[in-house]
């Protein structure tokens, strides 16, 4: 009997359970850091605000941390699942905490919020600041999440635009210079990507943002497209109609065409259409199975004749 998936509120209840507590504890060593007949009496004033501050930031560390591993990371055998929400609520929990971060330790220092946000120097720093990478990152994701080219779960091809197509050795063709893979997390500065060979990319997500990126879990289908060279002795209505009567149980629309001339041989381009979870890598690897053995018979009749 299958086994029913796991409840979303159960990560959540326990997330809180543990967070709970933590942030409680935080507030306590804060008040008995600043309180002036409590156990840290003796501290100097100049170096309490300092270790409020530290304590604020090792208390949303572990907030972080505790989110990452007891909720998000609950949520990685979902990835077959591709959802808006959960692509952009994790993004936002985590720019929510490293604001709430932030802006607690500029309240700790005692500079006024209100007058920092409306203050001029705050817009100039904030201007300043995009304009670096690690800034731009930062937007870059929130342009992600909120324009969705792709969720969490989807697997996807990007091409970057800062590389033009890569012109292969003959007799191949041009290819795009595309990265396949499934993703696997969009975080503050990266997008993380599983990529088909089953190793883990991380991109920055300025990169990501500026790439031509092909969502492949959206596509009804994917075409595969592969090229041989043959010997001009054998006839290409002979060869692309047993061609493409091989190819007809590896996918739809199966298709082999005659796309190119030479001296001594003509090229053939083997076209078929497969799901959007393919690997584009085996379904190449299945045509030349069935071609290559069928080329090279065709090769032998026309010498043994």
């Known amino acids: ?11 959540l209840r326990a997330v809180l359970m543990l967070a709970l507590p933590l942030v409680v504890v935080g ?60 692509t952009s609520l994790r993004f936002i929990i985590r720019l929510g905490l490293y604001v ?20 001029g120097a705050f817009v100039t720093i904030i201007i300043g600041m995009t304009g670096q990478t690690l800034f731009g990152n930062l937007f870059a994701g929130l342009g992600i999440v909120f324009s969705h080219p792709f969720y969490i779960g989807e ?3 990007f091409i970057s635009g ?22 696997t997390d969009i975080n503050l500065m990266y997008t ?20 031509a990126v092909e969502n492949l879990s959206r596509m009804p289908a994917q075409k595969v497209r592969m090229r041989f060279d043959v010997d001009m002795a054998i006839p290409p209505e002979e060869l692309t109609q047993k061609a493409q009567a091989a190819l007809t149980d590896l996918g739809d629309e199966a298709r082999v065409m005659v796309v190119d001339i ?17 690997l584009v890598e ?13 080329i090279l018979a065709c090769q032998q009749e026309r010498k043994s004749g």
């Not at 008995?32 to 309490?48: E, M, Q, T």
């Not at 500029?106 to 007058?115: C, M």
Request: net charge positive.
């Open 155 to 157: 697997r996807i091809s």
């Open 27 to 86: 507030i306590g060593l804060g008040m008995l850091v600043g309180h002036p007949y409590g156990p840290f009496r003796d501290i100097p004033p100049h170096f309490r605000d300092p270790i409020k501050a530290a304590i604020v930031v090792v208390v949303g560390i572990l907030l972080l941390r505790l989110i990452e591993r007891r909720w998000f990371s609950g949520q990685e055998g979902s990835l077959a699942a591709p959802s808006q929400s959960k």
């Open 262 to 278: 030479g001296a001594s041989t003509y090229s053939v381009a083997a076209q078929v259409l497969v799901s959007p979870d393919a």
């Open 1 to 11: 009997m299958p086994s029913s998936p796991p409840s979303r509120g159960k990560p």
């Open 162 to 183: 800062q590389f033009s197509l890569v012109a292969s050795t003959f007799p191949h063709e041009t290819a795009k210079p595309g990265y396949q893979g499934t993703v």
């Open 100 to 119: 709430c971060i932030i802006l607690v330790v500029i309240a700790v220092f005692g500079h006024g919020l209100s007058s920092l946000l409306v203050g």
């Open 192 to 211: 993380e990507i599983r990529g088909d060979d089953g190793i883990p990319m991380t991109v920055p997500n300025g990169i990501i943002i500026q790439a």
């Open 282 to 294: 085996e379904v190449r690897h299945q045509i030349g199975l069935r071609l290559v053995p069928m």
